[in-house]
């Protein structure tokens, strides 16, 4: 017969268990666990066997290991983690891909029914149509002040029928008529808290965003800090350009307006004295499309008096 451990025992073999992962993983999801069955569980572990390890416990077990690793080792970066650990958690630790490994995880919610007492998670409404329910039924929406009416012999619910809020607790008249419409609107399983990754830790929402994401709150925020450079007349790297190019026309309109001069102001003191040369300048591509369509109309020109010459030579009724 096998000798049971001892819960000093149990403890040591915990931390050991633990700080084996911290030194094997640089990833780790905290997940909720709440309504999770053993069995469900089991077959969320199955599911991502391979690369990714789920480990629960009490956390102020979790919370012991892992100061002590970061005592042991000097790495104080999974002391983020700690207060984390609030509530019914757990931790998975991977080395795959964390948006892949989550949407693994969400594979694994399971239909539950609204019990008497729970708090819910989302809004619950009933649809309107036929309940299957025999007239004698009509009583009990009517208590829940759920307009009916009998359509073929059972009760048809005539409108949807806001019945429980999120937040909310669920009480005996709503799960009793949820059960007998057989309606299950709650699903639990892992849910993904926080993510830490290599001492980092951040929200779940960031596994959702794309590379044209980042670029596009990346370039928001240069404009931002180029806007705020600008008005505050601060210099950066990002509102450098503009303040070069503002600072060249101010000195160019001093130059345009007074006897002062530099090179990069003749040209543009040039033409504003003499207008011509704007045109000038704009003749080339113009001037060889101008040519070539009236060498075209002059040649059509001499084409059609050649026409009409030898129509007077040969077509005169009285010659």
Known sequence: M??????????TQYDQKLCRLLDEYSQILVVGADNVGSNQLQSIRRGLRGDSIVLMGKNTMMKRSIKLHAEKTGNDAFNSLVPLLVGNVGLVFTKGDLKEVREEIAKYK?????RVGL?????VVVPPGPTG????????????????KINKGSVEIVTAVDLIKKGEK???????????????????????FSVYDNGSVFSPEVLDLTEDDLVERFVNGVSMVTSLSLSISFPTLAAAPHMFLNAYKNVLSVSVAT???FPQAEQVKEFLE??????????????????????KV????????????????????FD
């Open 274 to 295: 003499d207008p011509s040369k704007f045109a000038a300048v704009a003749a080339p591509t113009g001037g060889v499309d101008a040519g070539a369509a009236a060498a």
């Open 2 to 11: 096998a000798i049971k451990p001892t819960k000093a025992q149990k403890k």
């Open 133 to 148: 329910l025999d007239p004698s039924m009509t009583s009990f929406f009517q208590a829940l002040n759920i307009p009916t």
């Open 119 to 123: 708090i819910a998670p989302i809004d």
């Open 298 to 317: 002059e040649e059509k020109k001499e084409e059609s008096e050649e026409d009409s010459d030898d129509g007077d030579l040969g077509l005169s009724l």
């Open 110 to 114: 399971v239909g539950a029914p609204a």
């Open 170 to 192: 669920v009480g005996s008249s709503e799960s009793a008529l949820l059960a007998k419409l057989q309606i299950r609107p709650f699903s639990y399983g892992l849910i993904v």
């Open 259 to 261: 006897e002062y001069t």
